[in-house]
């Protein structure tokens, strides 16, 4: 049956494109999510992005027809109106006493339900509070799909675990050339830039998938500017962010485990190849407060949300003595800018030319933004973004939603991509534990 289809405003200001993602089905805009989209249209985060780009959309159906009968989004796909007249119905001031934008949508989508019995009337809403509300009164309801992962227990993590391999592949792999073909290894469908364990009773081997020789080659225990892998995992990811050939990596892995250290170590080791080091991570309110709570300037306000990267910087100076040559070289490089700490929101209107480009926290950023950030790569740019998908800071993401896992579903097979999933913690026993009982 069509269905026509009631858009929340936080679905525009997710995808300003979503319109067009609701195949032959009719869409219907509620002119409260209109008056809440102007209120968005000025500044330079994401969501005043997608509130200027779907304003300029509406623009190009303007006219009476789209307040009146809608107008066709095209072939294929339904019509869009704006519901301009509708009552508050009773059964939403009932149930809830506040007069807000929220149950004025609820208000619109229940009376299309009633002017139109036989049609299957759905709110579209990323705001599972509304959704419940709508339920409530007896309209359907449901999260906006496009960009979500269907099977997230299926989510691509970088390597396999290969027990009861034969002893002669393992010998061939530590013997010179050091590689072997995956059907000898009887290694199905390997993905460009996989990693393996390979290991029997007596003998074990790291090992990953060459996209270009199309062999598996061993992988050796590598460290990057000081910093030496503690397991299998670490020793993949150092791996993926020191290959010159691979233009785009992910960690994911929960807190502890070595993400955002092993990514700025790796970043250090290929800084010759690349004009500049630039670390950010996304600007999350702290406790939904936003920066204006915080006192001081603009630069004391972001101090607590860049903390962590100079942490991590720190650990790493701290391997070295103060007069060491590494130390120094981090201190300069600081200093003369080839090394930089920023917010995510700097780097608009930047040039990413050569440069070694690290996006920590990146669960917090949606799939447009991910595509944005990617898209900016320029000529002899890596890319690194690392994230924990079981903290997501953002009230209208989650695990299937984040562009974090989008990208890893998404770019999975690439020859320039590899991925690790790292899963054993290393910043101590205590955090260990915490992470896994808490």
Do not use: W
């Amino acid at each position: 049956m069509k269905k026509t289809f009631v858009l929340d405003t936080n679905v525009i200001l997710h995808d300003s494109t979503c319109i067009f993602h609701f195949q032959e089905n009719d869409i219907v805009i509620p002119i409260t999510v209109i008056e809440e989209i102007d209120a968005f249209k000025r500044g330079q985060d994401l969501i005043n992005y997608h509130a200027r780009e779907f304003i300029r959309l509406l623009d190009t159906f303007s006219g009476e027809q789209l307040v009146r009968d809608g107008v066709r989004l095209g072939e294929g796909r339904g019509n869009i109106s704006i519901l301009t007249v509708f009552s508050d119905e009773p059964e939403v001031a009932d149930a809830f006493f506040e007069h807000k934008s929220d149950h004025r949508i609820l208000s619109a989508a229940l009376s299309l339900q009633k002017k139109h019995p036989r049609q299957q009337i759905v709110l579209v809403s990323k705001d599972v509070n509304l959704r419940l509300k709508a339920r409530a009164l007896g309209l359907a309801s449901q999260d906006y799909y496009t960009d979500k992962i269907k099977d997230i227990d299926k989510l691509y993590r970088g390597k396999r675990l290969c027990e009861d391999i034969n002893p002669e592949v393992i010998n061939r792999l530590f013997a010179a050339p050091h590689e072997i073909s995956p059907a000898e290894a009887e290694i199905e469908a390997p993905v460009a830039n996989e990693y393996f364990i390979l290991r029997n009773a007596s003998k074990s081997v790291l090992a990953y998938y060459n996209p270009h020789s199309q062999m598996l080659e061993r992988l050796e225990k590598l460290q990057a500017y000081g910093i030496t892998p503690r397991n299998a995992e670490q020793s993949f990811a150092i791996h993926a962010l020191t290959q010159p050939d691979v233009q785009l990596v992910t960690l994911s892995g929960k807190a502890g485990t070595g993400k955002t250290l092993l990514a700025l170590a790796g970043a250090l080791e290929m800084r010759k190849e690349y004009r500049q080091i630039f670390l950010a991570r996304p600007v999350v309110a702290l406790s939904n407060r936003d920066l204006g709570y915080l006192p001081g300037d603009i630069e004391s306000k972001l101090d607590p949300y860049m903390q962590p990267l100079f942490d991590n910087l720190g650990v790493i100076r701290n391997q070295f003595k103060e007069n060491d040559e590494r130390t120094v070289r981090i201190n300069d490089m600081l200093e003369s800018g080839k090394l930089e700490i920023a917010p995510l929101a700097y780097i608009r209107g930047r040039s990413l030319d050569h440069i070694y480009f690290i996006v920590d926290e990146a669960q917090n950023l949606t799939p447009h933004e991910i595509k944005t950030i990617i898209t900016r790569a320029g000529e002899g740019t890596k890319v690194v973004f690392t994230g924990d998908p079981s903290q997501i800071d953002t009230p209208y993401l989650d695990m299937r939603s984040t562009g974090f896992n989008y990208l890893i579903n998404r770019m999975q097979g690439q020859a320039i991509y590899a991925h690790v999933t790292l899963e054993k913690g290393e910043r101590s026993a205590l955090a260990e534990l915490a992470s896994d009982m808490l």
